[in-house]
């Protein structure tokens, strides 16, 4: 599979509506078609962007929603993309949080949350994911994490392990938090060598425990190795994009040989006598 080092990737942020799958997918429709004209090759859609935490509506409204992911898996075959977010699925005993990534109309794979955010009750609604999802595509290799996942960098390094350039982060992360989204994005980016592209959605939503108004202040980034940010959203709906090259993973990976320098030995019995 030939692979050009030099991509165009985006993060498309919107204020999603709950329950309202139909206008969703007009709004996903829309940005990634505006990507594709753009020239991006990579889209990254945020975290349950169908439908956003519907609470008990979720079963019935899990067929329309898978309708919705049959629509942007289309699509992606239509514009020539690659294209990632996550929606509700049904797993072994319940529903889960599922990201998926299609490449030019095919499905390569999916990814149901591992970490559930149990303060607004995530846990009470979801079944928790049990693995990790790293995909070999034409644009190189794309590693799926949801959300709260970047609060565990034990787990994303199991990523940086399998030689993931990309990592793509669908998110609902609220304002109040923002600041903790965009310091832990550009980590995992510097700690794992690789690029990182966290689509976070906009708007003001209330809280399925609480009823309180939540504000997400869409702050989707595309962020280098290094840990520069490329490109920041703000609270507006849009196309995030920026050109990455993936030549920089291998460079630093050079440069700071962290692979070889890590200490297994070390780590595999500081977590027998802590765990």
Same mark, same amino acid.
């Given at each position: 599979?030939?692979?050009?080092?030099?991509?165009?990737?985006?993060?498309?942020?919107?204020?999603?509506?709950?329950?309202?799958?139909?206008?969703?997918?007009?709004?996903?429709?829309?940005?990634?078609?505006?990507?594709?004209?753009?020239?991006?090759?990579?889209?990254?859609?945020?975290?349950?962007?169908?439908?956003?935490?519907?609470?008990?509506?979720?079963?019935?409204?899990?067929?329309?929603?898978?309708?919705?992911?049959?629509?942007?898996?289309?699509?992606?075959?239509?514009?020539?993309?690659?294209?990632? @977010?996550?929606?509700?699925?049904?797993?072994? *005993? #319940?529903? +889960?949080?599922?990201?998926?990534?299609? /490449?030019? &109309? =095919? %499905?390569?794979?999916?990814?149901?949350?591992?970490?559930?955010?149990?303060?607004?009750?995530?846990?009470?609604?979801?079944?928790?994911?049990?693995?990790?999802?790293?995909?070999?595509?034409?644009?190189?290799?794309?590693?799926?994490?949801?959300?709260?996942?970047?609060?565990?960098?034990?787990?994303?390094?199991?990523?940086?392990?399998?030689?993931?350039?990309?990592?793509?982060?669908?998110?609902?992360?609220?304002?109040?938090?923002?600041?903790?989204?965009?310091?832990?994005?550009?980590?995992?980016?510097?700690?794992?060598?690789?690029?990182?592209?966290?689509?976070?959605?906009?708007?003001?939503?209330?809280?399925?425990?609480?009823?309180?108004?939540?504000?997400?202040? @869409?702050?989707?980034?595309?962020?280098?190795? *290094? #840990?520069? +940010?490329?490109?920041?959203?703000?609270? /507006?709906? &849009? =196309? %995030?994009?920026?050109?990455?090259?993936?030549?920089?993973?291998?460079?630093?990976?050079?440069?700071?040989?962290?692979?070889?320098?890590?200490?297994?030995?070390?780590?595999?019995?500081?977590?027998?006598?802590?765990?």
């Amino acid at each position: 599979m030939s692979k050009e080092s030099q991509i165009k990737v985006a993060a498309l942020q919107w204020d999603i509506q709950r329950g309202k799958v139909s206008h969703n997918l007009d709004q996903a429709k829309d940005l990634l078609e505006e990507a594709a004209e753009d020239g991006c090759h990579l889209c990254v859609l945020p975290e349950m962007w169908a439908s956003s935490f519907s609470g008990e509506e979720a079963e019935r409204l899990l067929p329309e929603v898978l309708e919705a992911e049959a629509a942007v898996q289309k699509l992606s075959g239509e514009l020539q993309l690659c294209i990632a @977010g996550s929606n509700y699925a049904e797993g072994q *005993t #319940g529903l +889960v949080n599922r990201a998926r990534l299609y /490449e030019k &109309g =095919v %499905l390569l794979g999916h990814y149901d949350k591992v970490h559930l955010f149990s303060p607004l009750g995530e846990d009470r609604f979801f079944e928790a994911g049990s693995g990790a999802a790293i995909f070999e595509t034409s644009l190189g290799k794309i590693g799926l994490a949801i959300c709260y996942d970047l609060r565990f960098p034990e787990y994303i390094r199991t990523f940086f392990l399998a030689g993931c350039e990309i990592l793509v982060v669908p998110a609902q992360w609220p304002e109040a938090r923002a600041r903790h989204f965009r310091i832990l994005a550009k980590a995992r980016a510097v700690e794992n060598q690789c690029f990182v592209v966290a689509t976070n959605r906009c708007g003001v939503e209330p809280s399925i425990l609480t009823g309180q108004d939540i504000l997400f202040s @869409g702050n989707s980034m595309v962020i280098e190795p *290094t #840990g520069e +940010v490329l490109v920041q959203g703000g609270g /507006e709906a &849009g =196309v %995030l994009s920026a050109e990455i090259d993936l030549k920089d993973c291998k460079i630093l990976r050079r440069a700071i040989p962290v692979t070889k320098d890590r200490r297994n030995e070390v780590y595999r019995r500081l977590w027998e006598q802590y765990w």
